[in-house]
């Protein structure tokens, strides 16, 4: 039994929802109450327009989302690695499983981001100046986590040590695809040294003696299950990715054109050579290799 001196839910016959109601706790002097707990007036705070706009709103109220969404992301990357590196494949698989449906929401996210026109946004577009998701720490600490690592993308961030220390650190650390293979050697597999040692600041090539380990798991599902399930999340992960890529690019075209992006990139040429690039090469090849 539970519920202490204001009785809690299994002390009465279960009344109906009008009467329900009214034995809800509310004293919330001394308790923590749910606003509290989740700091709702911090988060509420954070949204700060800077012109009349309307849609402005909803701008920003996109922008939290996928930013909370990201950072959530990068906690389960995080966790998920530190177990692989231990040799740990069943925990890491739910982790990423969550990633995936994480990935999913930020990729829902533009369908109520493209209900804003063109001419909507160009009523605030012009005054967030210089500032872009390109400058997005947790965005590139996804990126860099998974394996996509340029030392460029650091220096928007140079003037923040507490957002530049943990991306410089993630570009040196071994990547989630970096542990699969050092798993893959682990179990036996002839993986290359030179794959092991790899300059991880640098994103990695596809490479013949790994893609003939990753031939051998997907040929032998039942001897290597835990590797092939681990496998294949990767490839949700970054199928996932390039849809969140692809939905950005469509959402950017058709706000803004051929305009060149706030950030000082060239916009949509910029966004579109990225979805050339592939995270888990491999992974993709070996489809074609069965
Ligand atoms: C109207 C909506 C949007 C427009 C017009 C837009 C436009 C752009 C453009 C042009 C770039 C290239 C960099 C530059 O600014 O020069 C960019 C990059 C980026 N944007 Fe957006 N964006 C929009 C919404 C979003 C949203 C909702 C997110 C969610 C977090 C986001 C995240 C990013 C990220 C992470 C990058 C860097 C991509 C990379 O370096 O590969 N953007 N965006
Ligand atoms: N790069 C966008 C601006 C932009 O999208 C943006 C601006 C401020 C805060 C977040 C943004 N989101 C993603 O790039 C543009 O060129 O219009």
Known sequence: MSGGTQGGPEDAPAPGAEHAAEQAYSDFRKNLSYGDYLRLDDLRAAHQPITDAHDEHLFIAIHHVSEVWLDLIVRELLAAMALLERGITDAPLKMLTRVVRAQEQLTNAWEVLKTMTPADYLQFRHAFGQASGFQSQSYRMVEFLLGNRNPTMLRPHA??????????????????YDLALRLLSERGFAIPDEVLQRDRTQKPELNEAVLQAWLEVYRNTEAYWDL?????????????FRRWRFNHLTTVSRTIGMKRGSGGTSGVGYLRSALDHVLFPELWEVRTRL
């Open 228 to 240: 092939y399930a681990l496998a294949e999340k990767l490839v949700d992960v970054e199928d996932n």
């Open 159 to 176: 003037h923040r040590p507490d957002l530049h220390g943990p991306l410089v650190e993630a570009l040196h650390g071994p990547s989630v």
